[in-house]
């Protein structure tokens, strides 16, 4: 009987290793954050650009970024070429005041699994 209990405990592990191996590949296949520019916590004069990079190709239509200001009104960006398909991009329409900014981001790789998160820095 003790065999019998050491056989079920021993296929039981195998099967569960064998389920997070297969699965963790996917569990990290999310377009994550990489970094931005500005950086997180910054303090910077205006930024004549937004750039964050993330960790696979983006999925255009859903994915985007948004700035605001310190009282969470929106900043007027406009959307430009980012420098490849893992990045989004965009320009201040005006220079920024010295003040704390919040970028919003929302991405979706090739899995089709929504990400989002903010970045703020300061304009000095």
Request: aromatic residues 6%; hydrophobic residues 50%.
């Amino acid at each position: 009987m003790v065999s019998n209990n050491k056989a079920r405990i021993f296929t039981v592990l195998v099967a569960a290793s064998a389920c997070f191996l297969f699965a963790a590949p996917q569990a990290f296949a999310h377009a994550n954050l990489v970094s931005s520019d500005p950086a997180k916590d910054a303090t910077i004069g205006s930024p004549k650009q937004i750039t964050l990079h993330f960790s696979e190709a983006l999925e255009m239509k859903v994915s985007g970024l948004k700035l605001t200001d310190i009282d969470g009104k929106p900043v007027a960006i406009k959307a430009v070429a980012a420098p490849d398909a893992k990045s989004l991009a965009a320009v201040p329409v005006q220079s920024l005041a010295p003040g704390l900014y919040t970028i919003t981001w929302t991405s979706m790789g090739d899995d089709a699994h929504k990400m989002s998160g903010t970045v703020s820095f300061s304009v000095q």
